[in-house]
């Protein structure tokens, strides 16, 4: 989640090396490594010291797997300067791809040290926060983040789930509507927007709502657009239909445990009960 693509320098540096790193950006952006790697190593000829072009030829290596290279890359980087976040972003993003969490953490927070505006290492802190259980604490960060960038979906999102993990479900559709207020519909919103609903027992208008979220670029959101379609389509008791929608989530994403849920369901009785708070 929320990699940084390119970053102000804190030094004067060639017009040539900041076009170079900010064209290098865009073709990662798009997934054309090969190019982005050849721009962002010109960029480097121009200026060895320019430490976003680092992290992002860092970001080349991480995204092809290439992890100890990403490393050197990074930590290239943070030797140039330790008082831009970047760095120290990207580390802790390299350690979350290797599992290793804490450590990813502290390079987040180390981060938020240097800049405590910077909402990539925020977002991901929150985010690592919230799949160890610690609710509250992500709450905060979500919170935090949407007060420095009202305009990161991730911010509310991420409070509401906060929010609905600690059972606060008032507060947390609260934070739904007013995160519609700033950033609109954004698929993160309207799956939990259809999730209130499923949980009044709303199925028509739930449904509705995620039919908008089923082509989402993000597969894992949209399966479990499809997993909520198929608890909608139960609670209007048609389990056939619910097995199917079930099975598009799986096909997108089989570890996906809100289609499980529905398929184990549906075989029994054909009629579930949302499953609990994740």
Known sequence: MACVLGCAGTVPLPKKALALNAAGAEALAQGDLSTAEARLSV????????????VNLGYVELRRGNFEQARR???KARTLNRD????????????????RGEEAERDYRRALEVDPGFAPARANLARRLFQRGQYENAREQFQRLREVAPEVVDGWAGEA?????????????????RGRSHVGDAPALLL?????????GEWDEAEAMLARVVGDRDR???ARAWAWIAIARAGRG???????????????DPDDRVARYALEVTAERGT?????RE
């Not at 200026?47 to 072009?53: G, I, K, L, Q, Y």
């Not at 789930?161 to 509507?177: F, I, K, N, Q, T």
């Open 43 to 54: 960029a480097l000829e121009y200026s060895p010291r320019f430490v976003e072009a680092w």
């Open 73 to 75: 890359d990074f930590v």
């Open 84 to 99: 831009i976040p970047a760095p120290h972003h990207a580390l802790g993003l390299l350690a979350d791809e290797e599992g």
């Open 161 to 177: 789930e906060s929010l609905r993990a600690l059972g606060r479900e008032a507060e947390a559709e609260r934070v739904v509507a």
């Open 192 to 200: 939990l927007l259809a999730r209130e609903q499923l949980g009044r």
């Open 220 to 222: 894992q959101r949209a």
């Open 238 to 252: 048609d389990a056939e239909s619910a097995r199917a929608a079930a099975g598009a989530a799986l096909a997108i």
């Open 272 to 276: 579930p009960s949302p499953p609990g």
